[in-house]
């Protein structure tokens, strides 16, 4: 009798924390399917950030897509990654939802590598060889190419000098201009020096830098920085120099 009793007991007991447990669930998956807030990541700004919290917020809100005070089930990820995407600063956006009741969203920015003022107006080459927008209030420590310059030759013959660039210390701190003339010559002013560089065609640009460092360590550390006004590095395995009136 006492273990028919005991029995019913621990039934009873199992029963109401059963059902306890499903009204606490239910109760809570409730009370989070509902978006309480957006929080924006944006990963790569070791470097740079021209993109704030706000700015995406505020794009997100203005396109009529934000999910706050809505239900998570009804909100659109994808869509929201695929507005974020039409500006142009951005290279990807992750957009998801957690057990919270916060949608997420993960962006990365594109990496401007150079910048481009030409005929068509100014603005950057990213280091995936796209073009971007110059961002409002912000400028890219980046160097500057000037000239005869269409979009097809900056995205691809300007893009690679500017990425050697960039991946070599010395000539990252020492070309900061470069200047495209009609005939594609390219004319590059360096940081340190009062002279410039005709490098020639671009499609030799490593032949004639290579030639260029050269003559810096062996010719001018003993003449002098400033002694030329002109150094001339397009005719084969010669340096031609244009003394200072």
């Not at 499903?22 to 509902?34: C, E, G, L, W």
């Not at 995406?56 to 659109?76: C, E, F, Y």
């Not at 671009?202 to 002098?224: H, P, W």
């Amino acid at each position: 009798m006492l273990k028919k009793i005991l029995l019913i007991s621990i039934t009873v007991l199992l029963l109401i924390y059963l059902l306890f447990t499903v009204f606490y669930t239910n109760s809570y998956a409730k009370k989070n399917s509902i978006c309480k807030e957006l929080k924006v990541d944006i990963v790569n700004t070791s470097e740079l950030q021209y993109l704030t919290d706000r700015d995406i917020i505020n794009s997100i809100t203005k396109a009529g897509l934000s999910p706050v005070g809505k239900d998570l089930s009804s909100v659109n990820t994808a869509e929201i990654e695929k507005k974020l995407k039409e500006n142009r600063l951005i290279k990807r956006a992750e957009c998801y939802k957690t057990v919270d009741g916060t949608l997420r969203i993960k962006l990365f920015q594109r990496t401007p590598v150079l910048r481009i003022f030409s005929e068509k107006g100014s603005y950057y080459i990213d280091n995936e060889g796209e073009k971007m927008p110059v961002p409002d209030n912000f400028a890219a420590y980046v160097p500057v190419a000037s000239g005869f310059i269409d979009d097809e030759f900056a995205k691809k013959q300007l893009y690679e000098f500017a990425m050697f660039l960039r991946q070599d210390k010395f000539w990252n701190s020492q070309i900061k201009q470069i200047y495209v003339a009609q005939n594609n010559d390219i004319e590059l002013t360096p940081d340190v020096g009062n002279h410039r560089i005709i490098l020639g065609k671009i499609e030799n640009y490593k032949e004639n830098l290579d030639k260029l460092r050269l003559f810096y360590e062996k010719g001018l550390s003993k003449v002098g920085w400033n002694r030329y006004s002109v150094i001339n590095l397009k005719f084969k395995n010669q340096v031609v120099c244009t003394k200072k009136e």
